[in-house]
Structures are given as C-alpha cells and as structure tokens.
C-alpha cells in the first residue's frame, strides 16, 4: 500500500472516531455508502407498551439516497414467565405518527425461539416514508399478531438518534 493510500485510510478511520465520539447518540452508526450517500443504523431499543405481556425491539437501517427503503427489524418478546405459546409471525405492523399510518412491507421471519418466546422479523418501508415518520415526537408500532393487537411506544431514547440523523442531513439533496 503506497503512502497516499495508508494516508487516507488512516485520516478515514480518526475522522470517523471523532464522529463518533461527538454524537449525542453514542451508538449511532453512520457511514457513506455508493454514490455518496449517507446510511444510518438505528440499534436496537425496546419499544414498550403501556401495560402488556409483550415488548418489541426495534433496529432501523436508512440510506438517505432515492429508491431505498429503510429496513425495519423487530423482535416480538413475551414476557418469560407467561405460559403459552410465543408470538407467531404478524399478520400485520406499522408505524403510526402525526394520525397518520405507515404500513411495513415484506414482513418475513429471520428467526423464531421458542425458549425465549421471541419472534425476530424484518421489513422495510420506503426511505421516503420513513423520513416523514421520524420527524414527528410521537411514535408508535401497531401490530396485529395471532388474531390480537398490540400498540407500543417508542422509547425517548429514540429521539437522540432521530435528531442525529435529522440534523446531519439538514440541507443534503437526497442523492
């Protein structure tokens, strides 16, 4: 590797530690992806309801580049001294904000685990959609799973992430 090469490989690396030990939002990953655009990695939080017997873990990956969708991770957990059966597959979720819903697509499990009552799926909603959804203070997952309803409420620790992200785009042209 010649000395320009390591050169930037090295100013790379420091610019991207100082990103993010500046972040508000200590586990928020940025990085460039093709063509310039940048992609975030929302990790995992727990999505709780008011009162319930089940938890969902959210993680989202958003690239702020036209035609992606975001991808929407999500473990449905009851609680592990509930009797009974775990969460099957959801029949149907989505995101609600500002009275307005935001239905996920290609809902498909990643795994089911039937000691720890978890059913972990994946989805995706489109970029664009997405944007508009966390921009609002409130938020919400509705799911429909086994023939019941289940609402849950985004953590505050959300909105730190939310802002990060938010206010590195801020003036960015979507690419």
């Keep these: 590797m ?7 490989l090295l100013f790379l690396l420091i610019h991207f530690a100082l990103l993010s030990c500046a972040s508000k939002a200590p586990n928020l990953i940025r990085f460039a992806a093709e063509e310039g655009a940048a992609q975030y990695y929302f ?4 999505w709780k ?5 089940i938890k969902a873990e959210c993680d989202f990956t958003y690239r702020y580049q036209t035609g992606f969708d975001a991808i929407c991770n999500i473990s449905f957990m009851f609680e592990k001294g509930r009797e009974g059966t775990f969460p099957g597959l959801p029949d149907s979720a989505s995101f609600e904000a500002g009275g307005k819903q935001y239905p996920l697509r290609g809902i498909s499990s990643l795994f089911s685990d039937g000691q720890k009552k978890t059913q ?3 989805s995706t909603l489109p970029g664009e959609e997405f944007l508009e959804l966390i921009k609002n203070d409130e938020l919400a997952l509705n799911a429909s799973i086994d023939g019941s309803r289940y609402r849950f409420i985004a953590p505050k620790k959300f ?5 990060e992200v938010l206010s590195s785009m801020n003036g960015q042209e979507m690419k």
């Design 159 to 163: 909105f730190p992430y939310r802002d």
């Design 43 to 46: 990790p995992m939080m727990i």
């Design 2 to 8: 010649n000395t320009l090469k390591r050169f930037l």
């Design 120 to 122: 972990r799926i994946t």
């Design 49 to 53: 309801q008011k009162s319930g017997n």
